[in-house]
């Protein structure tokens, strides 16, 4: 059985529940009304354990010296957490990984014409911050897993580097064939910015933070400030992750000390052009020395120059060079097995490898984990035993690109297929509003426990302030759509943390869950996330860490217990729908774009609407966009609706059935509930990247962290491939159809 | 007879053309076939005459040094441009007016605290520009018509200092009160700047240039480039000119050397505070010294720092000082008779004076002129003569605030108001588009001149290269819109150059014309505006110079010697009809928002989504926004459109009938058609400024130059004054009315 069958579900329910029709409806997803009350006590006592001085302990002990994967502090911390879960009453492992992981032994970066200039490439220790000084320890800004390379070559000035801007770029007449992209943070993850480049000719890549996006524009820079100051450099993963997370020499298994390897010259996800990252400080010679057309406006950051594009004259030399080491990554996974259903799994994990210090990326994360996990495990001591398994997991060599947990589900996919029923993820968080991503099925679930948690600071539920939020920055049209929908919507996931082995490759049911919003700050991947940085501008009272805990403790504990989990499908098939009608306008928009444009062209408009004066050329025509066949899409979706629907009806009248039905009964309902999530997804994976297996969520292949839902769909529309829209559309609509029908154990229905 | 009674045109039309209804179309407005024929054979000597190189001279002789109002060279070109047109054969007077025009005597501003900083207030001369350095005949950066005064205060930061720009620093916590105005320009026309600083209780304003809007952001910087360099200063008045310009002594009467003139104490458009402008360079310094919240993001500059709004710690010492001189602007006045209609003018102008050198503002504009004027003199030397009056006008004192023009204007009222058919405007002009604004009576005509006007650099006509502009920068939606629409639209006008008393003051149709959009540049108002500056950036080889005057030749010939005149409603009613939609939806926008926003107050939901550890207040509760009665608009306008109609399909077959009415009868019907705009008017004037009289278009009174058309009715609706509406409403759909059924000579239709 592969899919979750909500016709099958709603079958076994309206059986179940025809002598349980009286009863009031259930005031907690999942629970009976005593067992509600009971875990809302629980829950009270659970909230009573929470300490902020734990989390500032635990952080200033685990941010107190840099601790990347294969670093001596890295498996201190390692060790140190395992020992304290053990404390707590979990049963533990340290599972290792043998990964690949390049730090840098080279890094030369010089501009030689039309002057000499050498940048600093270096942060400067800070006396207002204790730990920057530790310069012995620290990774220097770097990229990982950009190949070695020597180059030198004229400078173009390409924005975020993504598609669109060498579009821009040619119209213009600017190629970086042989050149040397110059692109600034942001726009699009940075694996994206040397892969496009690459694609496009260009022969190296030098990333940089732009103070617009990420430096004094925003605000005052550290040390007065919480933002990036000059010389901060953004270090960071450029594997090609849209194609697979993880080792890069050990795609879709794990990367365990006897694994099959590829050699590294044949790793895919490696860059194919030497690439690194630089301060705004150490690019503004560079910049300033660019000639050629002054930049579009949008593409202008917050230097004190005029933005040229180049090509040169600024000409400069860039030489990297790595040593390709094989380290060990050090999971931490600890377990309290479920009473009833220990063959289900509840597992939620953060990670706690930093590129540096790491105060606020990941340990803010981590700390909630870990309290969360206290005082579980207190209650666990108490007496309390859950139903089903709670795995917490601290996992190692996230930063290079999900490593830690990406080898883990791979080695133990199978278990993991069968058993995991969900995945709460955390990483940085900080002060301010609840942001929750994940999987649409949850939606209603997550909700429901925002409403139970109140905000530390303002008072009212963190549900009341995130939806505060959103009315108050809403447009006047928008503001009734949002309170006409009973939830808060969560986001679609796209990847950039260790949720997306689970979610994408495994079609586990995935949340992602952190605060932010009022802790912005320019300490992202520097020196300079310290404890120090993130106590005077992160959650300087750790209210936040421990609100996050409340939100994640009362998830774990409520999916580990409940009667049945707290799976709907409502929110699933209307977001779904949005997401069918976005790329339905997305394919008619660019019909009538390309038909327009190409009318445009035709009449020479493009040529008077051009300054003769000015280099460029008029785009070029295109092939019409042809009228697409989305009816799978929509019959599929009217199918999930449906369903949807008939399972609400009957989940409404089921208060109490649960206990009329043996536990195998129950645990095969379950199972079909987190099934559903693996329903979506297709053995075959996504046309280009097998490993991605989720036909409703994924990383963008040219934006990186960013989502594309209806991958298959959107990407081929947008990349313009329309001999593939009809099989992925048809793919597409068979994995919304196999979440609603199934043939599996249950039957068909009626 | 006050209005131009469209219905009593028709009349007379349908009286006439019974005869000659087999006619084919005409191919010129307002000329029967053989004529149009004729008077384009005039329109390609005309092109002949006109050379390139004649710009060139008088563009070098007229800005060779400083001449604003009151100069001596100022003086100099007066009296030479009268002796050009006297020898092109035109009758000329140079008509005196006696005009209030301050200059400095002290200028002084210092930064005191948080560390002492003295700005430099001075345009260092460059060697790359030959006039940069006749300090000893430039006005230094100032403001004309701000007041006297001496202020310490802590400075804020006000962004563009507009009314909503203060409403954004309350929700801050942050005053003026007491304080002095950091504004950058931009957003509005300048004076409103210390107005509203003044209104809020400021002491204070200081204006700068910002990079972001006008230097180094928008390209490179002069001499490298054309945007204004770090020390640039922008010159300018300040006087409150949507209350009326014009000396600010002689409100609504000539300025002559005997009229009553206000005490300078009780001019009501002079400034309440000081105010001054400086460069970035100096504002750098007392920005980067400001605490505070960090500004909005969209307040924030392309300066180096975080921008912070303040109040202080910076404070500044500002002293200013003025000689209220009494100065003679010097009017030329060169007048061609007219054949058959001598008492109907076709008034044309251009300032001269400016305020450094000018060769952009107002050069550019005064020598297309003169070539014009040369050419057309040339014509009628050679037999040719216009059945109506040309008036050629070089308007001096524009610069501090359209004084020349409107002294003329209110001097000649009563002769202009009965005579004056046509004004056409010019000032500054560079490289590109064409760009028309004015009355839609004429945006038939300007039309098909542009047609007729073929592109010097990518040839086709001006027209096409417009529309290629607008087709090509316009959204996907929009594109069908401007291809159903015959013509390109011509602007709004509000004001920023004499075509103001013309228009607004009496009501007669005018039009303002100009190229740009390729000769983007930073002199304007500084002493870099220059014949250097002006040859590299603007139009170098003058070939859109050329076309200007082929573009207003051409409007001026025709309008001159048409069997009638020019004019057509039906782009009148449908403009007036999207003006009409646009204050509708205005009025049901801020209701939607007002009850939106009051009831997020009652529910808490703006404390819920700030900030706690921020300063700042919610929004205070508004009165709500009663349903308005549109109803006389609608009306109003319903009778324009049939009236429009008939009209046209009158027009269309009158073609030949001229001939067959005799001069008195077709002078009438002229007159008609032009006295169309004066019932667009009321001698009542707009609330609060009488002066202003034009119920379709005037300068907004928070907004200066930009258009606020029905500004009676949108301004009453922006600033909430319920109780004015009706009564706006009422005079604003008479004005309407008045302009389709007259009960003059013709009487009612039917």
């Not at 365990?256 to 044949?266: G, K, V």
């Not at 280009?688 to 991958?711: D, E, M, N, S």
Request: with cysteine.
């Amino acid at each position: 059985m592969r899919s979750a069958q909500l016709i099958g579900l709603i079958s076994i329910l309206l059986l179940a529940t025809a002598s349980n029709a009286q009863q009031p409806a259930a005031p907690m997803m999942g629970f009976a009304p005593d067992r509600a009350a009971e875990q809302r006590e629980r829950e009270a006592e659970f909230d009573a354990k929470l300490s902020a001085e734990n989390l500032r302990g635990w952080m200033r002990r685990l941010s107190a010296r840099p601790h990347p994967v294969g670093s001596f502090y890295g498996h201190e911390n390692a060790q140190y957490m395992a020992a304290l879960f053990r404390e707590w009453g979990y049963s533990v492992r340290v599972e290792e990984y043998e990964v690949l992981f390049p730090t840098p032994k080279t890094r030369l970066l010089e501009m030689t014409a039309p002057e000499r200039f050498a940048p600093r490439l270096a942060e400067p220790p800070l006396p207002e911050d204790s730990t920057s000084g530790q310069i012995d320890e620290q990774l220097p800004g770097y990229h990982a897993y950009s190949i070695d390379g020597d180059v030198t070559g004229e400078v173009v000035y390409v924005n975020y580097g993504v598609p669109m801007d060498y579009e821009e770029l040619e119209r213009r007449g600017i190629s970086v064939e042989g050149k040397i992209a110059l692109a600034r943070y942001g726009g699009s993850w940075r694996g994206i910015k040397p892969k496009v480049a690459a694609e496009r000719g260009a022969i190296g890549c030098i990333i940089y933070s732009d103070p617009r996006d990420d430096g004094y524009f925003q605000g005052d820079v550290y040390p007065k400030g919480a933002y990036r100051m000059e010389h901060g450099i953004q270090r960071g993963s450029v594997a090609d992750m849209p194609l697979y997370p993880g080792d890069p020499l050990t795609p879709g298994i794990g990367a365990t000390s006897d694994a099959e390897r590829l050699p590294i010259a044949e790793a895919p996800t490696l860059t194919k052009i030497p690439v690194m990252p630089i301060s705004y400080a150490d690019a503004l010679p560079i910049l300033r020395a660019l000639e050629g057309p002054v930049a579009p406006e949008s593409w202008r950051g917050a230097l004190p120059i005029t933005y040229h594009l180049g090509p040169g004259p600024a000409i400069v030399h860039l030489k990297v060079e790595f040593s390709w080491d094989i380290v060990t990554a050090f999971n931490v996974i600890a377990r309290t097995e479920g009473s009833e259903r220990p063959e289900q799994w509840i597992v939620r994990g953060n990670h706690h490898d930093a590129w540096v210090n790491g105060a606020a990326d990941p340990i803010s994360g981590m700390v909630a984990l870990m309290e969360e996990a206290r005082a579980v495990g207190e209650l666990a001591r108490a007496g309390w035993r859950p139903k089903r398994t709670i795995v917490y997991c601290a996992w190692d060599a996230e930063e290079p690109g999900l490593l830690g947990s990406t080898e883990w589900v791979e080695r133990h996919a199978a278990e993991l297929g069968d058993k995991a029923a969900v995945y709460i993820n955390t990483d940085g968080s900080g002060r301010g509003f609840l942001n929750a991503g994940g999987s649409h099925t949850l939606e209603a679930f997550i909700n429901e426990v925002a409403r139970d948690v109140r905000d530390p600071q303002v008072g009212g539920s963190v549900f009341e302030r995130a939806r505060a939020r959103d009315l108050v920055n809403a447009a006047p049209a928008e503001r009734e759509k949002i309170r006409a929908r009973r939830d808060n919507p969560i986001a679609a996931l796209g990847s950039g943390s260790d949720y997306t082995p689970f979610l994408q490759h495994l079609g586990i049911a995935s949340l992602n869950l952190g605060f932010g919003g009022e802790s912005g700050g320019g300490s992202y991947h520097s020196a300079y996330d310290s404890f120090d940085h993130y106590t005077r501008f992160g959650d300087p009272d750790f209210q936040y860490g421990v609100a996050l805990a409340q939100v994640c403790g009362r998830a774990t504990m409520r999916l580990a217990d409940a009667d049945a989990l707290p799976f709907e499908f409502a929110a699933l098939a209307e977001t779904i729908g949005g997401y069918v009608e976005e790329v339905e306008k997305l394919a008619d928009d660019m019909r009538r774009e390309t038909e327009q444009t190409n009318r445009l062209i035709a009449e020479g408009a493009f040529v008077k609407a051009a300054d003769p004066t000015q280099a460029g050329k008029a785009p070029a025509i295109r092939a019409p966009v042809p009228h697409l066949n989305f009816a799978p899409l929509e019959n599929a979706l009217e199918r999930l609706r449906r369903a949807a629907k008939d399972y609400q009806a009957a989940a409404e009248r089921r208060s109490g059935a649960e206990s009329s039905m043996g536990v195998e009964v129950r645990s095969a309902l379950d199972a079909m509930l987190y099934k559903t999530e693996r329903a979506l997804t297709r053995e075959e994976g996504l046309p280009v990247r097998p490993w991605f297996k989720h036909y409703i969520y994924a990383p963008g292949f040219y934006t990186g962290y960013g989502v594309k839902t209806l991958p298959a769909v959107r990407e081929a529309i947008e990349q313009r491939e329309w001999s593939a829209i009809d099989a992925n559309v048809q793919k597409t609509a068979q994995a919304i159809c196999s979440a609603s029908v199934g043939n599996g154990i249950f039957g068909r229905r009626g």
